[in-house]
């Protein structure tokens, strides 16, 4: 059998469960395996279990210690993670489990995500469901699939079996930070019509690499170029040049986090190599002085082949517009709370195959604000030509003035730590506001341990805050 890699780490049955849950593939759209685990974990425990036909799952445990009548109280959190990995990692990641190992400070995954977002969450609520003897009142816990692609899980799961009012959601990734609010957000698609045919010309291949990347909603507002539209920039330049025919783009491979990188190929009429070079590294120049990328890369090279299949250079031309055309980034501040992103969008994913399509990213705390961008984005697909489709909507969290919740939480943390926590909104999507729907009076507050770089390949989950994060749960649950 294979030794454990997070043997040792403290709390042992967290990393444990968190060990087990990183051997099995569940990135978005593929929690099957994930989920059966979980119902046989809680078949294991003898415990009550309810998977829905998207592989939702509710796992029912009773209270101990004398609390077995206690009001119930509600444990969030998402079974999927999003995956990403370096290039050149050959790690297969929709069959195969993570290399999880760790440094004594953080655990990580080589070579790709970690999951710590939100497989943390599963792993915490498995180590209370197994332990009998730790004081809780009754935990409904409630696990969803596909968080990471629109919180889709979250918008179908039936909760009208549930008893609790009060939950703890365990899908935030900065420890001492109590959220309780967050923004609203949809996922919107721009498709423009392409018909490919043989175009004849010297080709060239487009690259830019390097950039930090990171998570569209808690990081969008860090200063990070978007790959996709530094391409666009660039094309848009190099098409003032000399006429261009697309023959391929690929950028970014998820609406939520911002692309690192993004390539694309063209037949370049009356190219010079050279003078594309000269853009190029004007425009890396630019990128490094305008944005927090200090290795950003430009790169424009010569490809051994004459023509290809292609787009005409009119419909060359719309793609670089739209590119150019469309917002991204932080769109308003919030008035009320200094520093706080209230309305943005990301370009997460350009892709052209049979059709040229961009997806985005859309967050708001004011819904008048994300419908306004959603709107903005539909008008320009048709003034392009295209088409527009959006899903995955889900509402904002609203801040609750009173929190019963919230106040017993911020007074067990001055009491555990000598300190006060930050109670703050955030602009990241959380499933708080599609889950406070279907509960009617639900008081919510969203905690977790310190996480670094989520969404990425360098992401890292500290040992020694998952720790203090799990003793702070148990003080909480003790209280309630």
């Known amino acids: 059998m294979e030794a454990q ?3 040792g780490l403290e709390p042992q049955a967290v990393f444990a469960c968190f060990e087990k849950l990183c051997a099995i593939p569940h990135g978005s759209r593929n929690t099957k395996a994930i989920s059966d685990y979980l119902v046989a974990f809680a078949r294991e425990q003898g415990i009550r279990c309810i998977q829905d036909n998207l592989n939702n799952v509710i796992l029912f445990g009773e209270g101990t210690c004398g609390m077995e009548s206690h009001a119930p109280v509600i444990l969030q959190g998402h079974m999927d993670m999003v995956c990403e990995k370096d290039p050149g990692c050959p790690l297969d990641m929709t069959s ?5 190992t760790h440094d004594d400070t953080c655990v990580y995954a080589k070579g790709t995500t970690l999951g710590g977002d939100d497989g943390i969450a599963v792993a915490y609520a498995m180590a209370l469901l197994m332990n009998k003897t730790i004081a809780h009142p009754p935990l ?5 699939v596909d968080e990471e692609i629109g919180m889709l899980g979250a918008a179908e799961i039936d909760l009208s079996m549930l008893k609790g009012r009060r939950m703890i959601n365990l899908d935030s990734e900065e420890e001492g930070i109590f959220t309780v609010s967050c923004a609203g957000g949809a996922t919107a698609v721009i498709a423009l019509p392409n018909a490919r045919h043989a175009v004849y010309g010297p080709c060239i291949r487009l690259a830019v690499d390097g950039l930090q990347g990171g998570h569209s909603g808690a990081e969008i507002h860090k200063n990070r170029a978007n790959a996709n539209k530094v391409m666009g920039e660039f094309l848009g330049r190099i098409q003032k040049l000399m006429p261009l025919c697309l023959t391929s783009f690929s950028g970014g491979s998820k609406d939520n986090a911002i692309p690192r990188s993004c390539q694309a190929t063209a037949v370049a009429m009356g190219i010079h190599l050279e003078r594309i070079n000269e853009v190029a590294a004007a425009l890396q120049a630019e990128i490094r002085e305008k944005y927090d990328e200090p290795e950003a890369t430009v790169q424009a090279f010569d490809v051994d082949a004459l023509g290809g299949n292609g787009l005409s250079t009119e419909d060359t031309a719309k793609v670089i517009a739209l590119l150019n055309a469309v917002p991204n980034g932080v769109q308003a501040y919030s008035a009320d709370i200094p520093g706080l992103v209230q309305t943005s969008l990301n370009m997460g994913i350009a892709k052209l195959g049979e059709r040229f399509t961009a997806t985005f990213s859309v967050r708001s705390s004011v819904n008048q604000e994300k419908q306004a961008l959603l709107d903005k984005l539909r008008e320009l697909a048709e003034f392009y030509g295209g088409s527009y489709s959006q899903m995955g909507e889900y509402p904002a ?7 019963a919740l919230r106040d017993t939480m911020v007074r067990i943390y001055r009491q555990m730590f000598g300190k006060e926590p930050e109670v703050l909104a955030i602009h990241a999507g959380l499933e ?9 009076g639900l008081d919510c507050v ?9 969404h990425t390949s360098r992401e890292k989950l500290e040992i020694a805050s998952t720790e203090r994060t799990w003793r702070f749960l148990l003080e909480v649950l003790k209280a309630l």
Do not use: F, N
């Open 5 to 7: 890699k997070l043997a």
């Open 96 to 100: 195969q489990g993570l290399d999880v």
């Open 140 to 144: 409904e816990v409630i696990i969803t």
């Open 397 to 403: 969290w609203e801040y609750r003035k009173d929190s």
């Open 432 to 440: 708080c506001g599609l889950l406070g729907q279907k509960i009617p």
């Open 446 to 454: 969203s905690i977790g341990p310190q996480m670094h770089d989520i």
